[in-house]
């Protein structure tokens, strides 16, 4: 009997692995963690990246990804990791693959992992830093926000999989302000830093949560836009998690 043969490439250990910010904009924020995945996939292999691969009889690049917006989320601040077979800049990396992406997938930076802060990926996204535009009377919001902030939990239901789940959607939010849009009395910017827990509490809970202790809920769907997200102080500094400085990508609302 001829012995089964894996399919696929063939097994490549990374000898480097880069790590990539991207930014989900316009239309493509309605693209989901999934789409986005094969589209990466598509363009990994449109640009010639040298990937290295898993080994078994189902090789798959090696790709780490870590911290998904939800769909109909955007972000400026998306993270994943590649290993490579051979050793390339990061900055080439960077542009073959901007070069091949769907407009709205855009890939900001590549950075060495050598180069990056210590420990995994997944261990420097401790919390992210939302904007929230409400279509609302931004004294409305911010009545609504100062009570969400002075209870202690707030439990909100969330249709998961298995069925409705509970999570206190307050415990997380470190900081949280309410800023008016100039010109607009009837538009609101709610800014959260939100700590990064299980199960993830999103912009949407927090919405939630709001009218849940506050009636408060604004006449059109919330845009919402991942700013930042990395490591995070107690006075709610979000840094950059690409970086070994310690400089600040984004400061906690309440420091506008």
């Not at 993270?79 to 997938?105: F, K, N, Q, S």
């Amino acid at each position: 009997m001829a012995r089964r043969q894996p399919e696929g490439p063939a097994h490549v250990a990374p000898v480097q692995r880069i790590r990539l910010e991207y930014a989900k904009r316009g239309r493509l924020r309605f693209c989901s963690h999934r789409d986005f995945a094969r589209a990466f996939e598509r363009s990994l292999r449109r640009a010639e990246i040298p990937m290295a691969y898993s080994a078994g009889f189902h090789p798959h690049p090696r790709i780490s990804y870590v911290g998904a917006a939800p769909t109909g989320v955007g972000s400026e601040a998306e993270y994943l990791e590649i290993g490579l077979a051979r050793r390339c800049e990061p900055e080439t990396i960077r542009a073959a693959l901007d070069a091949v992406l769907p407009e709205g997938l855009d890939l900001l930076r590549a950075v060495d992992v050598e180069d990056c802060p210590p420990g995994s990926l997944a261990e420097q996204m401790q919390a992210s830093l939302w904007q929230l535009e409400l279509a609302a009377d931004p004294a409305v919001a911010a009545t609504a926000l100062a009570q969400l902030l002075a209870s202690e939990s707030v439990l909100v239901d969330r249709l998961a999989k298995d069925g409705v789940r509970s999570l206190d959607a307050r415990a997380p939010i470190i900081a949280a302000e309410v800023s008016a849009v100039p010109g607009n009395d009837t538009r609101a910017i709610l800014r959260l830093v939100v700590r990064q827990v299980t199960p993830t509490v999103r912009p949407d809970d927090v919405l939630a949560a709001l009218r849940a202790v506050a009636g408060f809920a604004p006449s059109q769907p919330a845009r919402a836009t991942r700013l930042a997200q990395g490591p995070v102080d107690d006075a709610g500094v979000v840094t950059d998690p690409l970086r070994t400085t310690e400089l600040p990508v984004n400061r906690a609302a309440t420091e506008h």
